[in-house]
Each structure stands twice: as structure tokens, then as C-alpha cells.
């Protein structure tokens, strides 16, 4: 059995025990918040010489409401498989995942898989009047606590070397929330934080789908600053070919 089977079993028992005992608190939001976030963590991630761990805030549509989730027998596997189909799409124009292929690139020779894509907020909040929009952070206590408890389990458990948090100041509370103890070493107020905690090292910017008029300078100078940064830190370690 190898070591990806082994965690997957645990993020496995983890999502079913905490979505069950979750779903008292949930009832009132299941036609509101999508379905869950679940990762499907990859042996190339694992193996990697540099674990990347790429969080943004929230989906925008994801596999339908939360109710389908529940009603559906078989679906946290539904869900698993659909966080691996989106790493086998062309990234198109999401910026997110274009980032996530720079990350890629820049670490890993572009294996897209090496990077474990992870949200603050495991479900997104729909409402028609916001048309674009799916932010969730203010959606609920029930979503708040349950996300933040579930994105620390899985840093725990999956032990990234590095995280790029693309989700802008706005969803600090929840960083910090997951992160308790930190060390900061660089601040560029809202707009680049660097910071240290359980050994790993964090990077705060603006999500990248954010418009450049919204940021001091353009979003992909930040995360230019960010690669050249944490590949510094990690030069030790990144073979000859993907510096």
C-alpha cells in the first residue's frame, strides 16, 4: 500500500466523520452553499522535493449544493474525482489554475499534479443578485468553523513545505484562524505577507483572478516576488532543470 493510499484513507474518514457530524448545522444552508471541497492528494504531490499547497477562498461552482452531497451515496468519491478532472482541463482562462500551472513550472517541471490546490472555505454561497460572486467567509459560523477545522487537518496531515495563500487581506481571519502561530517576516500591507508557521513557509497575495487596479502593482508581480522568494529558500532542494 503506498504512502498516498495511506493519507487518502485518512482525509477519507476525516471528510465523512466531520461532513456527518456537520450535518445538523447545515440543514438550514443546504440548498445555499455548494457541495464540499474535497481534496484527492496525488503520490506526485507527495514526492515532490518541494510540497506546494496553493489555497485560494472559495469555489465558484462545485459540482452542485451541498444537498446533492448527502443524498448521494457514493458522494465523496464523486467529489474526489471531480478535483482530479479539474487538473486534467486545460486551464483556459481561470487564473487561478493558470498560476497553478506557473507553480508547476517553477517547482516541479509543470506537473500540475505536484500542487495540492486547496480553499479557506470548503463551500462556496451562491446568490443570483451577486451574479459572479460566490464568496462565502461571512456565510456562517456552521461554515466558518467547519472549513477552518478541515483545512488545518489536512495541513497537518499533508505537511506542505510551502503555502501561497491567493486569497487576498479579506479572508485573514480565516488564515489565521487556521495558522494560529506565526512568525512574520515581510509585510506590504494588504498586499504580500510572509510569514512562518509549523515550519512551513506561507505567502499571503491577492487571489489571482483579482483585477490589477485592485493591487499597488500587478497581481503577477506579486507572485513573481513569491516564486523567486520561496525558490531561494528551497534551492537546496529543487533538482537541476526546474530552477
Request: proline share 5%; aromatic share 12%.
Amino acid at each position: 500500500m503506498t504512502l498516498g493510499v495511506n493519507i487518502q484513507a485518512e482525509l477519507d474518514e476525516y471528510y465523512t466523520r466531520s461532513l456527518d457530524n456537520a450535518r445538523h448545522g447545515f440543514d438550514k444552508h443546504l440548498d445555499t452553499l455548494s457541495a464540499p471541497f474535497l481534496l484527492n492528494v496525488s503520490e506526485a504531490y507527495l514526492s515532490a522535493p518541494v510540497r506546494v499547497m496553493f489555497v485560494g477562498k472559495e469555489t465558484n461552482g462545485w459540482y452542485g449544493k451541498l444537498r446533492k452531497y448527502y443524498e448521494l451515496p457514493d458522494g465523496l468519491e464523486v467529489l474526489k474525482a471531480r478535483y482530479l478532472d479539474q487538473f486534467s482541463r486545460p486551464t483556459g482562462t481561470s487564473a487561478f489554475l493558470k498560476r497553478t500551472k506557473l507553480l508547476a513550472t517553477e517547482f516541479a517541471c509543470g506537473n500540475r499534479l505536484t500542487i495540492c490546490w486547496n480553499n479557506l472555505m470548503k463551500m462556496d454561497w451562491y446568490r443570483p443578485e451577486r451574479g459572479y460572486s460566490r464568496t462565502s467567509i461571512n456565510h456562517s459560523q456552521e461554515l466558518f468553523d467547519f472549513s477552518v477545522a478541515a483545512v488545518r487537518f489536512e495541513i497537518e496531515l499533508l505537511k506542505p513545505d510551502l503555502i501561497i495563500f491567493g486569497s487576498g487581506h479579506k479572508y485573514d481571519r480565516a488564515l489565521k484562524e487556521v495558522l494560529p502561530d506565526r512568525q512574520t517576516h515581510f509585510v506590504e500591507p494588504r498586499a504580500l505577507w510572509h510569514f512562518s508557521a509549523n515550519g512551513i513557509e506561507c505567502y499571503r497575495t491577492f487571489h489571482p483572478g483579482a483585477r490589477d487596479s485592485s493591487a499597488p502593482r500587478p497581481i503577477a508581480d506579486y507572485y513573481g516576488d513569491i516564486v523567486a522568494r520561496a525558490k531561494a529558500t528551497f534551492e537546496d532542494r529543487i533538482p537541476v532543470g526546474e530552477a
